[in-house]
């Protein structure tokens, strides 16, 4: 089976306003399937969780599922499935939490390439603590993080690293496993952002070396939240601040609160409709047919980013800065003379999203020389089209011209 793109755009009904959206780093449209979980759940009994009522048992089946549901997504234990107000609130939970061990001498690293809500965290856990932030940069001329920039900053001191999976600015897709191998040799742990990541590439927190993973289901068709992966164990060793009558159990101790069923259940359902994308059989487990659709839907990408990229290249006054050799279907432009800003409200009078700035990644928009204002985000999600690609190009051209 072929990937029908015209039959997943059927499913969005945001799509219906004639939108071509180009957005999708910064939150896909929703499907209908997720939109109607979320009713389902809140269309039956549910109350605290628990074994015996029907709202309880109801609400300890979403719960479940939910986790079951990410940690297929994800290649983790649903045991280390955290839910979270975002991914954002999450790496400052554990930054906190970790950076009790800390002190003065201790190392931590983080990269340029990153979104700032992988960067200060841990910049400002390390202030406390008294500790060094040691700087991972990329090479603004291809985007590329090397493995040895990394190397270089790892020493017996080091706590704690943190990379992204892939920048959600201009794309670029680090080596994580290798990555990985450097930190574990140097005794530290690992903490990947893969929020951009996740959208695209068929994820297993093992092979990445991930101790702590985030990701954002609205990067992927769900609702605003983010999910930590982690291995139980290795929670198991956290004592974050909580209610005294609050379980203690893992993962529920990093979770504060009654959690949103609602928002449980349309999550597993965004993963459920991902997993329909693809061509494997319907008797596979989730977690195969997840692999598949990942494979549909990133040469359905690929495919459109060739295109967009040869036209790219025919506009006079046209820079793209997304150039590493791995990187997911992002780019970021600018525009010589004019301001990326205005090119965004011009395609916006003609139903193009493609939004400007630098969408929270300051200090890479700052390293390309980009300074705060960043440039055009153009992202390919799985429902873009053809169609939305030419819009964008006549769009461009009648900027430029």
Known sequence: MTYDVSTVRAQFPALRAGTAHFDGPGGTQ?????????????????????????????????????????????????GGIVFGRSSTQLTYDISRVLSQSWGPGDEVVVSRLDHDANIRPWVQAAERAGAVVRWAEFDPATGELPTEAVAALLGERTRLVAVTGASNLI????????????????????????????????????????DFFVCSP?????????????????????????????TDAVPERFELGTLPYEVLAATRAAVDFIADLGSGPAAAGRRERLRSAYAAIGAHESALLETLEKALAGLDGVTVH????????????????????????????????APAGSFYALEASRHLGLGDDGGLRVGLSPYNDTDDVERLLRGLTEFLG
């Open 30 to 78: 929703t499907p209908a399937p997720v939109i109607a979980a979320f009713t389902e759940a809140l269309s039956r009994p549910l109350s605290i969780r628990g074994t015996t009522l029907p709202g309880e048992v109801h609400a300890e089946t979403l719960v479940g599922d939910f986790r079951q549901a990410l940690a297929d997504l994800l290649g983790a234990q649903p």
């Open 218 to 246: 609205y990067k992927f068709f769900g609702p605003h939240h983010g999910v930590l992966a982690a291995r139980p164990e290795l929670l198991e060793t956290l004592s974050p601040d909580k209610l005294v009558p609050s």
């Open 171 to 210: 794309g670029t897709r680090p080596d994580l496993p290798a990555v990985a191998e450097l930190v574990h040799r140097a005794g530290a742990l690992f903490h990947v952002d893969g929020v951009h990541l996740t959208a695209h590439d068929f994820v297993d927190v093992e092979r990445l070396g991930a």
């Open 322 to 353: 997304s150039r590493a050799a791995e990187r997911t279907p992002t780019l970021l432009l600018t525009f010589e003379g004019r301001d990326a800003s205005d090119a965004y409200r011009f395609l916006a009078r003609s139903g193009v999203h």
